[in-house]
């Protein structure tokens, strides 16, 4: 059941909640604890029981205040020396993303895990609404809103990725 895909989905799903490495795998590994303990002959849908623990623990943590949250910065590698024109430079691509990563970072985790769902792991609104227990009309709501938030987030910071 637990084989390595579905362990790198739900540490990804435990990423854009924590926005922070180790916070994910505590989440993830107390997720699995947690579901090895239980009685797993009576959980119909295990994916959904270990993301639905995930983010109850992460929800249980930040109501304790374990985690800070702290922005972190990836490097961007590359082989590829030889650049042409048309293509951005390194350091172009590095701004950019500290950008995007910055706008996201402000993200509440509620919309954080709301977009994960819907962008990365291309859950429908319905399977979202399922999963979260909230009605389809709330979400395509906050999907909007958030939607919009961030376009127009994006649209202000175009003129400064521009000048970098």
């Known amino acids: 059941m637990l084989d390595k895909d579905i362990l790198n989905q ?16 505590d989440l993830l590994q107390s997720c699995i604890e947690k ?9 119909d849908m295990p994916v959904a029981y270990l993301k639905r623990t995930i983010r ?7 109501r304790r205040g374990r985690f800070q949250v702290s922005l972190t910065q990836e490097i961007i590698e590359t082989g590829d020396t030889e650049q042409t024109l048309a293509e951005p430079t390194l350091e172009d691509i590095y701004i950019q993303q500290r950008e995007v990563n910055g706008i996201i970072d402000k993200l509440k985790p509620e919309e954080s895990e709301l ?4 962008a990365v792991e291309e859950y429908t609104v319905d399977e979202i609404a ?3 227990n909230q009605s389809r009309g709330t979400l395509l709501s906050k999907m909007h809103r958030l939607k919009k938030r961030l376009r127009s987030e994006l649209a202000e910071q175009a003129p400064l990725l521009k000048a970098n």
Not at 10 to 25: C, F, H, M, T, V
Not at 115 to 118: A, F, G, V
């Open 10 to 25: 739900l540490y990804r799903y435990a990423l854009s909640l924590a926005k922070n490495e180790d916070q994910a795998y």
């Open 35 to 43: 579901y090895l303990r239980a009685d797993t002959n009576n959980i």
């Open 56 to 62: 109850n623990a992460f929800i249980d943590s930040r």
């Open 115 to 118: 977009l994960y769902l819907w």
């Open 130 to 132: 399922k999963l979260r």
